[in-house]
């Protein structure tokens, strides 16, 4: 009985932690004159629990590389000091995005 009970008290003060977890997208691709780079092993994005985080983080930046059109998307869980609140701020060709429900960074901006 004493062993059941310490198990309980054990999964009390975890359960929360882990409930509170934010699910989010996390990876990164290029696209160069519309066409997508090659992904890194495994494909461009994979959905990971944060469990430090509040926040998925979304950002879009152009690259204007010699002369063409290509910008980077990163996805990832939302970083301490990075996020604080949902929406998007930053000038068109690099925009930073934050939201806080789960795999809400699926696309370009929050949901």
Not at 69 to 79: A, H, N, Q
Not at 81 to 101: Q, T
Request: some cysteine; aromatic content about 8%.
């Amino acid at each position: 009985m004493a062993r059941l009970s310490v198990a309980l008290c054990i999964f009390a003060v975890l359960a929360p932690s882990v409930m509170a977890a934010i699910q989010c997208w996390v990876g990164q691709e290029t696209i160069s004159n519309g066409k997508r780079l090659e992904p890194e092993i495994g494909g461009p994005y994979q959905s990971v629990q944060c469990n430090d985080a509040d926040y998925c983080f979304n950002s879009y930046v152009k690259r204007h590389k010699k002369g063409d059109d290509s910008y980077t998307i990163t996805k990832s869980c939302g970083e301490t000091g990075k996020c604080f609140e949902d929406g998007c701020r930053g000038p068109g060709d690099e925009k930073l995005c934050c939201c806080s429900d789960n795999m809400c960074n699926s696309s370009n901006g929050p949901k």
